[in-house]
């Protein structure tokens, strides 16, 4: 388990290079200054930022393969992303891939397009607006933390999905009974992997190639 300040940094800091634990140092400054401007994240989460927040999304690329990011039109799609959890976490570590960002507050917004513009994200776009005005395009990976209810969850990410979209959702406590919860074909798609941040929480992930 990733239980401190410290163990976060060496988890985060054995998986990534040193330029992006640069960009991530960056991002943590402007994440905490931002914070006393609007409410980002819990005041009480500040002191423990890298294990709270950094490496508790870092730890999602454990369960996506390098192929998937390698492919040349790969795009990594969060949605719900506020303050940059997870979806500016790896656009800081992987500078050469399309991230898109889908976020609806503005102030929150602006932030994120100050964050990509400080950090010379340049493959990095904010879409700014509620995920259903969105025109559907094909996502290698949807991520999202703390984003909505699984079911409409999938309902409404369901035009970005494709055959081959790695699904990672981080889902706190209720990961396991959320996946219960669902019909038999939905609970056959998907699985709950253990969070290394926090032992009573999982992360629903799909499990293999779907329909
Ligand atoms: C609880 S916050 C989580 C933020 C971030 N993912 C995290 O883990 O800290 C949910 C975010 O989703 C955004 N959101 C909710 N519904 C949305 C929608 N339909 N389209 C776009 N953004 C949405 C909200 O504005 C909010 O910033």
Redesign the pocket.
Known sequence: MVETEEQAKDYVAGLVGVASMDRLAQYVDLLIAENERQN??SKASEGQIWQR?IADSVQLLEHVSRETLDQEHAIWL??????G??GLVIAAIFPDLFVRL????AR?VEFLRECVARLDLERCEVLG????RIEPFPASVIS?????PLDKLLR?SAPFSTRSTTYLLPKGRSAAHELKSQKAPIRKMFHVEQSLTDSDAGIIVSSRTHE
């Open positions: 980002l994240i927040h969060d949605l719900g992303t506020g303050a959890l997870p889908v976020e609806s507050r929150r607006e509620r995920l259903e999202a933390r703390a984003f909505a409404l």
